[in-house]
């Protein structure tokens, strides 16, 4: 289970709207099959380690990292695809809340006369499809990063920011970028840093959809994401916008998406609801300030990862994040560390919030 874990891990930022799901196949204790959700979301996981097994997968042992779905949609069930491949038991690590599985894909299975074992590393599995379970629910599982100095500045009063921390960080980012579905930041940091929000240096993997929360749609029309828009997908995410403007982004290439307004802002809960909607699971969300702070005072963070620099700004200097309006100590945001790693001269934080 451990290696289908780890299988299913390669997929995320590549499979939604589906689940990272990894399955192995072992037959009289040999490995015969393995394989992961593929990019795109099909083939199922399932489906590629029963292909690598082939007839060896007869009287093994299927170790799935999720409940296999039951239902008939653009492919067969696997439930169908395991019982026909005569495997004699399936090892689930946790169940998939989605109502067309919900219990029937096990339900399918031990029909067919298939012993089958479930909650194996469930706690593990469920962690990584966190981002999927919250998609059903309305709410991508949310990672919020933020690379500071160590006074907490993210640039300095005249707004430069390139670069507080060192190429390993960076590099760390690209690879965060790329386990996400989506890379999402403010207005406000679309224009000041004109930013590309791609993958880049990990050769040839799929880019990350890369969102903008702008109430106006004020993102300059000459701007790295308008130009490429039609290459990599933008998705502008406004609160009513002007008509011909919304027009003119979608003749760019972007896909414009209305959300409600709270408090003179876009609604961030608004946000992330549509996102789930068109099916995304993981979002990376790289600022700006105002936007961390929002996320927060809703609670939306699941994950903070913060990139320190050992440099110092001063006051005078921007903040990571922005005015929260706290005025009691037990009302900030609580996040357990999960995670600490030098990077270069920086110090990559890991944590999870603590519901």
Not at 158 to 169: D, H
Not at 180 to 186: F, K, L
């Amino acid at each position: 289970m451990q290696l289908a874990l780890s299988l299913g891990r390669r997929g995320m930022g590549r499979v939604w709207p589906n689940p990272a799901v990894g399955c192995v196949i072992v037959t009289d204790g040999r490995l015969v099959g393995r394989g992961r959700t593929a990019d795109g979301g099909r083939p199922h996981a399932e489906t590629v380690a029963l292909s690598q097994a082939g007839d060896a997968a007869r009287g093994g042992v299927a170790y799935v990292t999720l409940e296999p779905c039951a239902h008939h949609g653009q492919t067969p069930p696997c439930a169908e695809a395991l019982i026909a491949a005569g495997v004699s038991r399936v090892v689930v690590a946790c169940g998939d809340p989605d109502a067309r599985v919900a219990g029937r894909g096990i339900e399918r299975l031990r029909s067919a006369g298939i012993d089958v074992t479930t909650d194996l590393m469930a706690e593990d599995a469920r962690a990584d499809h966190a981002g999927f379970f919250g998609k059903l629910r309305g709410k991508p599982f949310v990672t919020l990063k933020l690379a500071m100095t160590i006074d907490g500045r993210i640039a300095t009063a005249s707004g430069q920011s390139q670069w507080i921390t060192g190429p390993e960080a960076r590099r760390t980012v690209h690879a965060l970028r790329a386990r996400h579905d989506a890379v999402m930041v403010g207005g406000g940091t679309a224009r000041a840093d004109d930013p590309s929000l791609t993958v880049r240096g990990l050769g040839e993997v799929p880019q990350p959809v890369r969102v903008v929360v702008s109430r106006a749609l004020d993102v300059p029309l000459g701007s790295a994401l308008a130009r490429t828009a039609k290459d990599v997908p933008v998705w502008l995410c406004h609160g009513g916008a002007p008509p011909e403007l919304v027009e003119t982004w979608t003749g760019l290439g972007a896909k414009c998406i209305s959300c409600g307004v709270s408090q003179g802002r876009v609604s961030l809960t608004s946000v992330l609801s549509a996102l789930a909607e068109r099916g995304l699971t993981r979002i990376f969300c790289e600022g700006g300030g105002s936007v961390a702070a929002s996320l927060l005072a809703a609670g939306l963070v699941d994950e903070l990862v913060v990139f320190s620099a050992g440099k110092t700004i001063g006051a005078e200097g921007l903040p990571g994040v922005g005015p929260m309006g706290l005025g009691r100590l037990e009302d900030a945001a609580q996040f357990e560390l999960v995670e600490l790693r030098p990077l270069g001269q920086d110090v990559m934080t890991r944590w999870a919030f603590m519901r």
